[in-house]
């Protein structure tokens, strides 16, 4: 059984960064795609960035393209959203996912297991 666990969000300020962390439990974590959502107050969950399960192939969202970056430790059964030059339209509650597609989804519908979610604030 998957589970994933989300860590490292906090109150930041804008122009700063951070670095979200996504732990995986389970078996097989490197035949899975990582998927990286995000969820403002009223708005719906929304695709941020995924990465394949060899960390080969990467996709982001035009709203944080060159400003996050996605990575994974298969030896940690790890993936991580590195959040640079954050914004105020930032702030959001993140979720990472995990789904044995390939190439990794952009669409909710394609994962399975879910995370409880970390917020991230922006301050401006």
């Known amino acids: 059984q998957v589970q994933l666990v989300e860590s490292g969000g906090g109150l930041v300020q804008a122009g700063t960064s951070l670095r979200l962390a996504c732990q995986f439990s389970?078996?097989?974590?490197?035949?899975?795609?990582v998927g990286w959502f995000r969820q403002a107050p009223g708005k719906d969950r929304e695709f941020v960035s995924a990465i394949s399960g060899h960390g080969v192939t990467t996709y982001y969202s035009d709203s944080v393209k060159g400003r996050f970056t996605i990575s994974r430790d298969n030896a940690k059964k790890s993936a991580y959203l590195q959040i640079d030059s954050a914004k105020p339209e930032d702030t959001a509650t993140y979720y990472c996912?995990?789904?044995?597609?390939?190439?990794?989804?952009?669409?909710?519908?394609?994962?399975?297991?879910w995370g409880q979610g970390t917020q991230v604030t922006v301050s401006s």
């Open positions: 389970g078996d097989n974590f490197d035949f899975h795609s």
């Open positions: 996912a995990s789904t044995p597609f390939y190439p990794p989804p952009r669409s909710r519908s394609s994962y399975e297991n």
